[in-house]
């Protein structure tokens, strides 16, 4: 089985701070890791990925991850957060088989206070 | 920019009725699924296809449920009867695999299908 969990349903920050959205995982093998952006009335958007390599990745819109094996973790994070960086984020696991779809967590909503 | 093409945008319909949700993925797709979003359960998993062949529904209520592809430029989801407990928005996601590949393919998504059953 594969699973994720976001602890945090929401995330305040001020604009031109850094953030930090959490996200960690399980799953059988090795993980292929995703962080998706989900604006209002809109579909999910591709941000970031993981598959093997650098632990620190890097994105879109300024955003990285860093993958921590040992922690199972692999939080998203941006040096200095936008107020239009406000949004639902989902980070997404699925197994390196291709036999398996995208597993979700439950989303955070970033809020960035101007 | 290529994009998933989902239809309706938004449907209101009565319990029992019929509904069928369509799903136009990204021309060269190989694999395409459906996810469900509600507060409640967040992002489920429906159904998951690769080269039109059904690989994963495990997640979808068989008794209701069913999606299909008719053909590499269509993917379906109807629900028949529809109850309340449908309400939900309803997306299509499709990515390309490389042959022999276990592909971490990035998922395109459409804009969603919100559903609501009175």
């Known amino acids: 089985a594969q699973s994720v969990a976001q602890p945090e349903d929401q995330v305040n920050v001020a604009e031109g701070n850094p953030l930090t959205v959490k996200c960690t995982y399980s799953?059988?093998?090795?993980?292929?890791l995703f962080w998706y952006v989900q604006y209002p009335n809109r579909g999910l958007q591709f941000l970031l990925k993981?598959?093997?390599?650098?632990?620190l990745v890097k994105g879109s819109y300024g955003f990285e991850a860093e993958f921590n094996k040992s922690q199972t973790s692999f939080h998203l994070k941006k040096p200095s957060a936008l107020v239009s960086d406000s949004a639902l984020y989902f980070c997404?696991?699925?197994?390196?088989?291709?036999?398996?779809?995208?597993?979700f967590g439950s989303g955070t909503r970033l809020q960035v206070q101007p | 920019d290529a994009r998933v093409t989902q239809t309706p945008r938004h449907k209101v319909t009565e319990m029992g009725q019929e509904v069928t949700m369509r799903c136009q993925p990204i021309?060269?797709?190989?694999?395409v699924f459906w996810y469900r979003q509600t507060m409640m359960q967040g992002l489920e998993l429906l159904a998951y296809?690769?080269?039109?062949?059904?690989?994963?529904d495990s997640g979808m209520p068989k008794d209701r449920f069913s999606a299909e592809m008719p053909d590499a430029t269509l993917a379906t989801l109807k629900i028949q009867p529809s109850e309340p407990r449908d309400s939900a928005v309803y997306f299509c996601?499709?990515?390309?695999?490389?042959?022999?590949?276990?592909?971490?393919?990035?998922?395109?998504f459409g804009a969603g299908s919100r559903l609501t059953v009175l």
């Open positions: 021309l060269g797709h190989n694999t």
């Open positions: 296809f690769r080269n039109r062949a059904p690989l994963d």
């Open positions: 799953v059988s093998g090795n993980p292929y």
């Open positions: 993981y598959i093997t390599g650098d632990n």
């Open positions: 996601a499709s990515g390309l695999v490389v042959s022999g590949s276990s592909g971490a393919n990035v998922l395109t």
């Open positions: 997404a696991v699925r197994d390196d088989t291709g036999r398996r779809a995208l597993t």
